[in-house]
């Protein structure tokens, strides 16, 4: 037996946080670290943000748990302001990126069996896409680490090279249901899809009746500076999955869709037992209360401006470190030159939590709410780490 009674799933780093502070997470001995991480996109408005501990507390005092065989109203109030605020006219609630997937998937499917077509359930996503660790997700994403030693490939997923449209095009077949991607992707290396591209697969799905679903887990809720990242396209798909920072560090998630494509969804076909529980719903509205407030989507602007012209000056300082910065809005990416898991020991030398993803990107995803304060000494700390994996100028 190993040395933990947990799974040997994660190479965790040798650190123990106690308490968070808004962008600054406090380790057991004391130590303070500055957290450009945000847990994975997930603590969209930093630590113990005090508008979202007082929803939560009040909420704990009340209920926590409801069967969905009853009236939430928590649910049908953060539902009816998600619907206000995007394309979507129904709303399911769920626990997990994953889940959101798998009923962004069954949403779709489910769609041409009720239209007379049920020979129409594959869908067509893109390489280097994460989409989750389900047997379905996984073979979404396609990623061989991933489905490696997990049996067969769930069958229905076709895949594309990244951003090649015209593969689309010939890819789609009469078993094609939908196209699925992520309008940023963020576990494959901070690659945001052109506009045009999403223009062009939208006006696909329109030619052939497909559906479009965007998996806007972690490039959602106001990570780039709009509330969803397509919305900078000027496109809308008729699926969406969403979670991570609209539960603000507490575990929830949704599948937003049209009235139209949700119409294969009755009564019996789909469900959950801990989805739209009271608490969360009572802290995605308090999260929804700040992300949507006037001027805070400006304000994740101007702080990406900063944060990404003072990145590029780094860049510019340790190009042999640095091959380029990209991302839009606070979702950048660091592409390294040195092994991105060598760059990320560095800035944690340096009290900076970073995460690491595909191609040799080390991401950058701080809270929403990050002051300039705390850029600008991330900046210092990145700067640093730099150096630390900098060669020495020859003389």
């Known amino acids: 037996m190993s040395g933990s009674a947990l799974f040997d799933t994660y190479a965790r780093a040798p650190l123990s946080f106690d308490r968070g502070e808004g962008s600054w997470l406090v380790s057991e001995n004391g130590e303070r670290y500055l957290d450009f991480g945000a847990g994975i996109a997930v603590n969209s408005l930093g630590y113990t943000h005090p508008h979202l501990v007082a929803a939560l507390v009040e909420q704990a005092g009340k209920l926590w748990h409801l ?7 928590g649910q049908a109030r953060l ?8 394309f979507a006219d129904k709303v399911f609630f769920t626990n997990s990126g994953a889940e959101a997937i798998e009923g962004s998937i069954k949403t779709a499917r489910r769609y041409h069996y009720a239209n007379g077509q049920p020979e ?13 660790r389900t047997l379905a997700t996984i073979a979404a994403g396609g990623q061989a680490k991933y489905l490696e030693g997990f049996g067969p490939k769930a069958d229905g997923f076709d895949q594309v090279p990244f951003d090649d449209i ?3 095009e010939k890819m789609i077949g009469p078993q094609t249901a939908a196209i699925m991607l992520e309008p940023v992707q963020g576990e494959g290396g901070i690659r945001p899809f052109p506009a045009q591209s999403l223009r062009r697969l939208r006006e696909l799905c329109d030619k052939h009746g497909l559906l479009l679903i965007f998996d806007e887990i972690q490039c959602g809720v106001g990570r780039t500076g709009k509330f969803f990242a397509h919305e900078w396209a000027g496109v809308t798909p008729d699926i969406m999955a969403v979670a991570k920072g609209i539960g603000g560090g507490f575990p929830m998630a949704a599948v937003l869709a049209t009235e139209n494509a949700a119409s294969g969804i009755v009564p019996g076909i789909h469900g959950t037992t801990f989805g739209g529980n009271p608490l969360a719903m009572a802290v995605g509205n308090a999260v929804l209360d700040v992300i949507l407030a006037d001027d805070f989507l400006d ?5 990406a401006l900063l944060l990404k012209q003072g990145l590029a000056a780094i860049a510019d300082e340790f190009p042999d470190a640095i091959e380029e910065i990209r991302g ?6 660091v592409k390294c030159k040195v092994p991105n898991a060598t760059f990320n020991a560095a800035l944690r030398e340096q ?4 995460v690491p993803a595909g191609d040799n990107v080390v991401r950058l995803i701080p809270a929403l709410n990050i002051t300039d304060e705390d850029i600008r000494e991330g900046l210092e700390r990145i700067r640093a780490g730099a150096r630390a994996v900098s060669s020495p100028v020859s003389a």
């Open 351 to 354: 009290k900076l939590l970073a």
């Open 120 to 132: 129409r359930f594959r869908t067509i996503t893109f390489e280097g896409a994460f989409h989750g």
């Open 67 to 73: 069967s969905n065989l009853y009236q939430i109203p």
């Open 328 to 333: 839009t809005g606070l979702m950048l990416g």
């Open 299 to 303: 304000e994740v602007t101007r702080k």
């Open 79 to 86: 539902a009816e302001r998600l619907v206000a605020a995007t």
């Open 166 to 168: 015209d593969a689309v």
